[in-house]
């Protein structure tokens, strides 16, 4: 779980796993779900490196390894890699600020990889209309949007599959899947959810909000 992004966009503050949603941090939310989720083993937390003693002490109550993230997503994952345990064969990638993606989402991912998947990718269709614009701001065409979809995570991996577009990946790209694609791997497609919205801006917040008000935070086991 890649979590030690500033988060500029949601203004000044903490970084943004960090951010207060209904009194807990984003990030606790975000375990908590995967923490509910049956196919899920241990978690491996990319932390900002100046925050690790408090994410260790967030999440002491789950089985999470807390490691220091880097100045890019993708330099966070790969931190993630080298720290899961060597049996570990299949990976998730789950962004911290997709913290209310429901369980049933990540089963289907981990399913998805079970049956033979090398990449597992939960997407939803494009519902606006898309535009492409030049410099100037000018519309130059409408874009067919029947075969576009956003893509969410937690996306999944074969581990000698996600580890290998790593160690080739020439630059870096916006999320995993797309790491993937460039060595030319298949990625499977599974439905998504509006609730594994990514929280970006202060408005996302209020929607966080407004989900915590309506299913309550979900607990550790026993607690």
């Known amino acids: 779980m890649p979590a030690a992004g500033i988060g ?10 960090l951010r207060s949603v ?20 241990p978690v491996v937390v990319a932390a900002p490196p100046d925050r690790l003693p408090e ?35 299949l ?16 089963e289907q991912v981990v399913a998805a990889l079970r049956s033979g998947a090398d990449a597992v990718v939960p997407v939803l269709p494009v519902a606006d209309t898309v535009k492409r614009v030049d410099v100037n701001g000018e519309v130059v065409a409408t874009v067919p949007r029947e075969d576009l979809r956003t893509a ?3 996306q999944g991996f074969r581990r000698s599959v996600l580890e290998q577009a790593h160690r080739s990946a020439p630059r870096q790209h916006t999320d995993d899947a797309a790491l993937v694609e460039a060595i030319g791997v298949r990625i499977r497609t599974v439905e998504g959810s ?22 309550g935070p979900r607990r550790p086991p026993g607690g």
């Open 8 to 17: 500029s966009r949601l203004g000044p503050g903490s970084p943004k796993a």
């Open 22 to 41: 209904a009194g807990e941090p984003l990030l606790l939310h975000a375990v908590r779900r995967l923490a509910a989720c049956p196919s899920v083993g």
């Open 55 to 89: 994410v260790e002490s967030l999440l002491a109550a789950y089985d999470v390894t807390v490691v220091a993230g880097g100045a890019e997503r993708q330099e966070s994952v790969a931190a993630g890699l080298a720290a899961l345990p060597d049996e570990v064969e």
């Open 91 to 106: 990976v998730l990638v789950h962004d911290a600020a997709r913290a209310f993606v429901p369980v049933e989402v990540v």
């Open 152 to 154: 969410q995570t937690p």
């Open 194 to 215: 509006p609730e594994a919205f990514k929280v970006t801006a202060p408005f996302d917040l209020v929607l966080a909000d407004a989900l915590i008000a309506r299913d």
